[in-house]
Every structure is written in structure tokens, then in C-alpha cells.
């Protein structure tokens, strides 16, 4: 350390009121030798001191070809070799020989992020140090030196590339969150540490890396902060899977939506991943329906555009989240049999990274079961009133705000109570039609067993509109019905390929649901014209949710 204070000295930095020294843990640090005030300036780095990929390439030119990491690290090697004959060696030598990000985990420690955004990240980005190193740099074997690098702009504002860069002496310096401190490149080329606060002697002096959350401070410079307020969680809007990707990709492109990567943090998701998810839960119909609303630009995607595409979108998002956690979950005994310090230092950041990135989706799921409630209670009251539904289900002009009804649940088992009533109050289901209908109930367990029952949910529904269709004006749902029995033109031409898949359907339906002695159809009354409409309101009006038992279920949204 003595050799690194003089080679700062000798070249110019300044640090007066600064000692080097370590906490209890023994980790490295800056401590003050006298009280610093607020302004004062605590150290001063002339700018030819730091490490950055230009000077890398100045001194090696053939290092031009390199990725800016790539050439940054190979020039540290390089210098690392020279050893005492490198100017930088007093640095160089000083530079902690291991830190444990998660690039340089044992495959136990990589085990304890598995399913974590960081788990997945970690290895590609790996994959990608090791095809560039394997292919470039035979003589580097790994890439932890420069880890732990702050920004190269702080020095050369015109790159306006983030590309790390080292300063030594600033780097001494730990992190502690929001602590007051400013970075100051000074014209007379140097960089200076200007204090916010007033630091008293013997204490700790914090640098502040930025607002980071876990996983960049866990990436970076392999450490945690339990609780950290900047932290989030990362998602990324799968879209692949749908047979409408490619149009829904144009449509959100045309809404200016084409980022699929979101950050959600503690009680906040952003807007444009509902309005996104919004899109991406669209039925056919209603594709057409608001592509064409875009086209006369009156569409407002940041509010519900739909009772059903709401559900569906809060429905899908919740299922999301709940994915994410479960995998999160249960895994305090793969921490069990730790030895070294250095594991036990490894685990207990992954535990926090693992803590907060719960913490935040549950949080998330809690919105979204808040929102799942306030939009239920909306269209049970909008149904209570009688609001007639207009064709095609589509845009009820819904005037939800979210915010007014804001309100935080912790715990989030009472809401899941109350939403499988709100659901079963608001849909036209299997089990609601079983119970109020004693004809079609005693039909449907003639024709199908209990299994089937269960697992052709949808065939049911849709023989069950053919079924009410007949009893409009006796029915609970008579308004939906009257509006739905109209619907005969629109996106039929859509259906030609299914008309196939129907028919077949309607030849094995007819002589089941037909059949004098189960008596659910009248042979008149059950066309395949009437299959293809019911088959189409099921389509635009259904939701699948799932239930407080975990079981699917689909319901038909009568507004
Ligand atoms: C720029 S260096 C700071 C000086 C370093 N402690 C040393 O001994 O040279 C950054 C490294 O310090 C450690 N560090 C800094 N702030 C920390 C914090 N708040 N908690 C835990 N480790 C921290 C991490 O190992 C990080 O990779």
C-alpha cells in the first residue's frame, strides 16, 4: 500500500485528509484522518492516471480490433506481466486479486441464482467473454480485473458509450447508497471527489457508484445491498408463442410499444408494460377492432380498452409474476453444507439479490391483484346497471382509474378470496351454468364424464350460447345475449380455415347433442352456422383464470 500512496503522491493526486485501511471484515476502504465538510474537496486524480480502452490502444495498437472491454483487459494483463517494470505496477499491484462476481462463481454458487434473471444473463454473457477471449486473447483467461471499473464518460464526455474505465485511488473508495458526493473533472485535467456531507474523523469516506440495483452492484462489483431502494426486476415480454406475433409486433410499433424489456420496481410497474400487455392479450377480434381505432388515431392504450382484455391482461401479467416467484422460492436448503468464507460471503448476496427480487414481484402481484379487484367491481356494477354491451365486445368505454383506488394490500390471500367471488358473480362458467340450468347440467353429464366435463370447459361454453340463445328474454344475461345473437358478419372470413376443424366438431357434437334422450338440442335448433357463431362469441368474450385451487378455468365476459 505504502508503494501505492507514494506512486500517487509522486504523480500528482492528492488526498490529504484520507487514509487507506480495512473494516472488521477486513475489506478495504477510505477512512478520514480529520473532519471533511461539505464542498471540501477529499482526493484528486490527475486524468493521465486512469485506465481507460483509448489509452489501452495508444500504447498497444494492436488491441484496435478488440471490443473496448476486451482491449482494456488485455492491456491490464499485459501490464500485469511487466510487472515491476510497468508504470501502473504500484496499482496494478494493489488491486484485489479476486472478486466474486457471479462471473466467476464455482458451479454451486452459480447454482444458487439458477431461474433468476442473473442465472440466465450470467451464462450468455459468459458465453459471449468466452467466444471473444477464446477467439482474440489466448492469454487472458478471464476478464475479473476489470470488474469493479467505473464509466469512462466521467473523463471523455464525447464517448457517449457507457465503456468502463479504472482511476485508481477514486476506486478505493466503497459504496454506500444515496451518499452525498459529487465527481468533478476539473479543467486542469483532473477528476476530484468533492464531499456532500460533513465526515467526521475516523470515519469511513463512502464514494456512491450510482443508483444501481442488485443485480448491477451484484454484476459489477459482486455485492448486494440488503433492501436496496434502487433495485428492480427485470421482464421480458415474451411474444414469440403467438400466432399473431408479427402483427401484434407492427401494431406495437405503430403505438410507439416496440421496447419489450421492463423494469418493474417496489409498488411501481411501468405503464408501458401493462399498455403492451394489453396488445399482446388481444383476440382477433379485437386486433381489427383497435388497429382500426389506431388508423383514426382515437385509441388510448395507457387505460383498460376492455373488460375482457383487461382481465385477460392482468390475468396473463399475474400468471407471469407468479412464474418468476415460484422458482424463487423454497431454496434455503441448497445454502446448507457452506464452508469457506469466501462461499458464505457468495451466498449471502445471492440471498439478498434472491430476497429483493421477491420482495419487488410480490409487490407487482399485489398491484396487479388490486387492479384485478377494482376492475371486477367496475364491470359487476357496470352489469348491475344494466349497461347494454356493444358489438364487438370489444371497447365498453370503461372509465376505470386505477389511481383513485389506489390502495396497498400486504397481504395478498383475502384478494384472491375476493376475486374468485367478483369472477364467479361476473362470468357466464361451466360451474355457474351447471348450477343455475338443471336441463343442461342433466344433458352435459349424459354426454360427457367428469373428466371431460373438466377438460372440454370450452366446448361446453360454446354449446352452452347455442343453448341460452333460445331463452333470451328468461335469461341472466338477456342483454349480452341480444347484443351477441346479432353478431353474424364480421371475421367470419377469418374462420375458413376452422370451418374444417368445425364441421368436424359439429359431425361428433350433432349425434351426441341431438340424441332424442338426452334432449339438449331440438336437430333444428343445433346448426353448424349456430356452432361457428357460438364459436366466434366464445373467442371474442372468453378468459381463462385460475382459480384459488389452481385450476384453470374459462369464463365468458357478458359486457
Ligand atoms: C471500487 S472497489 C472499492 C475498494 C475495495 N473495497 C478495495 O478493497 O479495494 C469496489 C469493491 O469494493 C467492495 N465494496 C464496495 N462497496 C461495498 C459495499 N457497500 N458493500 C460490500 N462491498 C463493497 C466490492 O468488493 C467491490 O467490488
New binding site residues.
Partial sequence: MDEFVHWLHENGATFPKVRFGKDESG???CYAVQPIHPNEIIATLPLNLTISHKLAREYLPILAPLSCRAALATFLVHERLLGKLSFYHPYINIL?KH?PTPLTYTEREMSWLRGTNLGYGIESRKELLRKEFDEILEIVSNDELI??CFPNKLIDPDDTEVKEALFPLI??????HRQKITWEVHERNELRLVAGNYMDSGQQIYNNYGAKSNEELLVG???C?PNNPDDWVVIKVNISQDPQCDEKLDFLSSLELSELTHFIKRDYIPLKLLSQLRVLVMNSAELIHFKKLQELQCININEPIGYRNELAMLETFSNLLKMKLEVLYGRDEEFIGISSARESEIARNCKIYIDGQKEILTSALAIIHSKELIILKAALNDSKFTRIPTLPFVCNNINIDYNSNNTSFNDINPIILAKDDLLDLLLITIDKVMKIDKKFSKAINEIFSEELIDSEQDTILILYLIYESQYIEKSEWKLFFEVAIKYDDFYIQEYEEKIQELTELYNELQPLVCNPDVKLFDKDVFSIDKLIWSTCIFEICSVTFTNKNKKQHFGIVPL
Fill in positions: 475489506m478495504g476502504g484485489p472478486i470488474n469493479g476506486d478505493s473508495f466503497n459504496h454506500k462489483y459482486g455485492f445491498i
